[in-house]
């Protein structure tokens, strides 16, 4: 499997968070090849500011692995991760960070703030863009969706 395979599976995720009303992102943990954890947005549905999808997923990951550091893991999210998740991402030591499309208005990674960060103790790889026209069209249905029912 291949990055746009991986990323393919965080869209699903990002579908289901989109059919439960939550902003449509979300992710997998990939180790050696094979997806260790899914994550879906669902911070309304918990009444859980940090229930991003990238939280989610890494949370998971840590319990399967039973060790909070993954420094063996890759992650793919459908959305460019926001300040708080790319903390997460850097504290768990994650090797490589992968996402679809760019978020001009959270972006931590390279739109709002631009990393890496000159004196973190960790810099994960990372590779933006991945199935990013897929990732915005999911994003453009669900806002233009809510528009029309709100």
Do not use: K
């Given at each position: 499997m291949d990055d746009a395979d991986f990323m393919t599976q965080a869209l699903r995720s990002a579908e289901r968070a989109a059919r439960a009303g939550e902003v449509p992102v979300g992710a997998v943990v990939v180790?050696?090849?094979?997806?260790?954890?899914?994550?879906?947005?669902?911070?309304?549905r918990s009444s859980d500011p940090t229930a991003h999808a990238e939280i989610v997923a890494l949370r998971r990951a840590a319990r399967t692995?039973?060790?909070?550091?993954?420094?063996?893991?890759?992650?793919?999210?459908?959305?460019?991760?926001?300040?708080?998740?790319?903390?997460?991402?850097i504290q768990a030591r994650v090797r490589r960070l992968v996402y679809g499309v760019a978020d001009p208005k959270a972006g931590a990674v390279r739109s709002v703030m631009t990393f890496p960060f000159a004196r973190l103790n960790h810099r994960p790889d990372v590779l933006g863009g991945v199935l990013a026209e897929d990732a915005a069209a999911l994003l453009r249905a669900f806002f233009r969706a809510r528009r029309k029912s709100g």
């Open positions: 180790r050696a090849g094979r997806v260790i954890a899914r994550g879906a947005n669902r911070p309304v692995s039973r060790n909070y550091r993954l420094p063996d893991c890759d992650l793919y999210v459908t959305v460019e991760p926001c300040a708080m998740c790319l903390g997460a991402i």
